[in-house]
């Protein structure tokens, strides 16, 4: 997997998703919220009472569901509970001055 594609896997889905919220805000407020303000304009007072706290009441569902939806997408739990790492290894030291010795040629006597 290349660096590029795991630093921008997120933002598909997110682009995804704040198509999906605007398209979901536009149909809300053309098919429910612009006829009922027009209906509010001829409505007594108790009738537009009701009218705007069922508005309300629509509008936080909504926000609540794409706000529930988002929380889905960006998974911010991998930044709290990660996963579990792979178990440590120990370091292997090696002595240096045994090694040392090792590789150490000794220069044969001359023999006299």
């Known amino acids: 997997m290349t660096v590029l594609m795991r630093f921008t896997r997120p933002f598909f889905p997110l682009i995804g998703f704040m198509l ?4 979901i805000l536009f149909l809300v407020t053309d098919m429910f919220l612009i006829p009922a303000l027009r209906v509010a304009h001829g ?19 909504i926000l609540t569901c794409l706000l529930a939806i ?10 709290f509970l990660p996963r579990k790492a792979e ?18 040629e ?7």
């Open 87 to 104: 178990p440590k290894v120990r370091t292997k030291y090696v002595d240096a001055w045994a090694e040392a010795g090792q590789r150490l």
């Open 43 to 61: 409505a007594d007072y108790i009738a537009r009472k009701q009218l705007a706290a069922i508005s309300a009441l629509v509008l936080a569902i």
């Open 20 to 23: 999906a919220a605007w398209i």
């Open 70 to 79: 988002l929380m889905l997408v960006l998974r911010p739990g991998r930044f």
């Open 106 to 112: 000794v220069p044969k006597e001359e023999e006299q």
